[in-house]
C-alpha cells in the first residue's frame, strides 16, 4: 500500500486551495516528498500569492484544467463544482490503483457540484458512487470524542426512516471494524436514542424500541462491546469524559452539534466502508473569506495527520 496521501483542492473559489498551499508549506521536506495534490495549478498558485508563500509544487501537483481557466474567489460557479468533481475523481482513480494511501479533501460546494451536473448531497455519496458501493459512513474523530453517523444530508423525518435495524447494526460494525484498526482492542461504543429520553417506554415514540434495540442486540451478540440506546441529551458527556470511545449517532446534526461545539478546528471527517481511505476537513468553502489569505488551515493539517496514519497501516 502506498504511503502517499493525495489532497484533493475542493471548489476553487473556496478556501480550499489556500489551506492546502498552507498545509504543504507546513510539512517537513520527507512529508511533503509523501504528498501529491489533485487540483488546478494556476488557482494554487494564485493561492500561493494570496498567502504570501513561495514554494515550489511542480513536484506535487497532479494537475487538472477548468474550463476558462481562473474562477473568481468566493462567488459560486458551476465550472467551480465541475473541477472540484474532476478533482476527486482523478484521486480516486489513483487510490484504487494503489498510487496513492489515502485522500485529503479540501472542502466542496454542494451547490456549485450539483450545478455542474453533478448529483450528489456531498463527499460521502460522491465517493460511494465512485467507488461502486451502495453507500458509506461519515465518522468525526476528535482526541476526546468520536461520532460515527446512522445518515447524513437528509431530511430529519427520512432520517428516522432510514434509522432501520439494519443500517443501525452495520453502522455499529463499521465504527467497531474501524476503532479496532486504528488501535483500539475493544472499543466501547454507545449508541444515541432517536427520541427525547429514548421514548419513555414509548410515551416520546416508540422507534427506539422497535430500530435501535434490536440492532444493539445483535451487535452484542456478535460480540461488539455496543450500549445503547442511551438518551442523546447525555451520551456526549459521557463520552467525552471517558465512559465511550464512540457514539453512534442517528442523524445529521444529533452527531455534528456536540463535535463541533468541542473540537471545531480539529475534528476529521474520515469515511468508512469505502475500499479506499478518505478523510476532509469538517468544515465549509467559507467563500466570504476565500482570497484573502485569512483562512484557518488547522483542520487541514488535523486531516492530513489521520491520513498518514491510515496510508501508513493496512486496510483490514
Not at 181 to 198: D, F, S, W
Request: proline share 4%; net charge negative; hydrophobic share 40%.
Amino acid at each position: 500500500m502506498s504511503d502517499i496521501v493525495g489532497i484533493t483542492m475542493g471548489d476553487p473559489a473556496g478556501v480550499g486551495p489556500e489551506i492546502t498551499v498552507r498545509a504543504i508549506a507546513e510539512m517537513s521536506a520527507a512529508d511533503r516528498a509523501r504528498t501529491r495534490i489533485y487540483g488546478h495549478r494556476e488557482t494554487l498558485d494564485a493561492a500561493l500569492e494570496v498567502c504570501g508563500l513561495d514554494l515550489d509544487l511542480d513536484s506535487l501537483v497532479k494537475p487538472v484544467e477548468i474550463d476558462g481557466g481562473l474562477v473568481p474567489w468566493g462567488k459560486l460557479d458551476a465550472r467551480a463544482g465541475d473541477a472540484a468533481f474532476r478533482f476527486i475523481a482523478r484521486a480516486v482513480d489513483d487510490a484504487q490503483a494503489g498510487k496513492i494511501g489515502c485522500i485529503v479533501t479540501a472542502p466542496i460546494n454542494k451547490e456549485a457540484l450539483n450545478s455542474a451536473g453533478h448529483h450528489y448531497d456531498g463527499h460521502t455519496g460522491m465517493l460511494a458512487a465512485l467507488t461502486g458501493q451502495k453507500s458509506a459512513f461519515m465518522l468525526l474523530a476528535s482526541d476526546r470524542l468520536k461520532v460515527i453517523h446512522v445518515s447524513t444530508h437528509v431530511s430529519l423525518k427520512t432520517a428516522i426512516d432510514r434509522a432501520t435495524p439494519q443500517r443501525i447494526l452495520d453502522t455499529i460494525r463499521a465504527g467497531n471494524d474501524h476503532l479496532k484498526r486504528i488501535g483500539y482492542a475493544a472499543p466501547r461504543i454507545a449508541v444515541a436514542g432517536i427520541n427525547p429520553h429514548c421514548g419513555e417506554s414509548g410515551l416520546f415514540g416508540t422507534e427506539d424500541d422497535e430500530q435501535v434495540v434490536p440492532a444493539v442486540e445483535m451487535a452484542r451478540a456478535e460480540g461488539i462491546d455496543v450500549t445503547g440506546p442511551i438518551s442523546a441529551d447525555t451520551v456526549y458527556h459521557r463520552a467525552y469524559n471517558g465512559a465511550f470511545d464512540l457514539v453512534v449517532a442517528q442523524y445529521h446534526d444529533q452527531g455534528h452539534i456536540p463535535i463541533k461545539l468541542v473540537a471545531f478546528d480539529t475534528a476529521v471527517n474520515v469515511s468508512l466502508g469505502l475500499p479506499i481511505d478518505r478523510t476532509s476537513v469538517d468544515h465549509g468553502t467559507a467563500f466570504d473569506i476565500a482570497g484573502t489569505g485569512r483562512a484557518n488551515h488547522t483542520n487541514m493539517n488535523a486531516a492530513i495527520a489521520y491520513a498518514r496514519r491510515l496510508a501508513a497501516g493496512s486496510r483490514s
